[in-house]
């Protein structure tokens, strides 16, 4: 009787720490996914921003864009008219392995579908310009 109290609590206390160890993961994931959705939407604001300041300084001031210039007008339009099919997509609710079958089936076959701010590589850029160049009020490096 004893044996099998031990062995069943031994049972439990390994499955505890099963399911301990995966909600430790889930929530690693979790944490993960917002951090690079809200990075995106942060690096889209800066482009929208941006990008405003562009055409009113073209619409009054008599300024020329830039060959890069246009270029980033036209990116920060191609993000926010993609943005509007990404979100329905993330929103829908589907299993998260659903998601990362569809997400993975887009970026195979239609790699510009998702907005740049929310590609691994402009958000890669992002974090070491922020790790080379000092933040305002950083005295630090100078």
């Given at each position: 009787l004893f044996r099998s109290l031990?062995?069943?609590?031994g049972d439990l206390n390994s499955s505890l720490r099963?399911?301990?160890s995966q909600v430790k993961r889930g929530w690693e994931r979790t944490k993960s996914g917002l951090e690079f959705y809200s990075s995106g939407l942060q690096l889209l604001w800066q482009d929208?921003?941006?990008?405003?300041?562009l055409v009113s300084k073209a619409a009054f001031s008599n300024y020329t864009l830039r060959a890069w210039e246009v270029r980033t007008l036209q990116r920060t339009v191609k993000d926010l008219l993609t943005l509007i099919p990404f979100l329905i997509i993330l929103i829908i609710p589907l299993s998260p392995v659903g998601h990362v079958l569809v997400f993975s089936f887009f970026?195979?076959?239609?790699?510009?579908?998702?907005?740049?701010?929310?590609?691994?590589?402009?958000?890669?850029?992002?974090?070491?310009?922020?790790?080379?160049?000092?933040?305002?009020?950083?005295?630090?490096g100078r």
């Amino acid at each position: 009787l004893f044996r099998s109290l031990k062995e069943e609590s031994g049972d439990l206390n390994s499955s505890l720490r099963r399911l301990l160890s995966q909600v430790k993961r889930g929530w690693e994931r979790t944490k993960s996914g917002l951090e690079f959705y809200s990075s995106g939407l942060q690096l889209l604001w800066q482009d929208i921003q941006y990008a405003c300041n562009l055409v009113s300084k073209a619409a009054f001031s008599n300024y020329t864009l830039r060959a890069w210039e246009v270029r980033t007008l036209q990116r920060t339009v191609k993000d926010l008219l993609t943005l509007i099919p990404f979100l329905i997509i993330l929103i829908i609710p589907l299993s998260p392995v659903g998601h990362v079958l569809v997400f993975s089936f887009f970026q195979k076959n239609f790699p510009e579908f998702f907005p740049s701010s929310f590609t691994e590589q402009r958000q890669n850029v992002t974090k070491i310009y922020r790790d080379i160049v000092p933040e305002d009020g950083d005295d630090s490096g100078r």
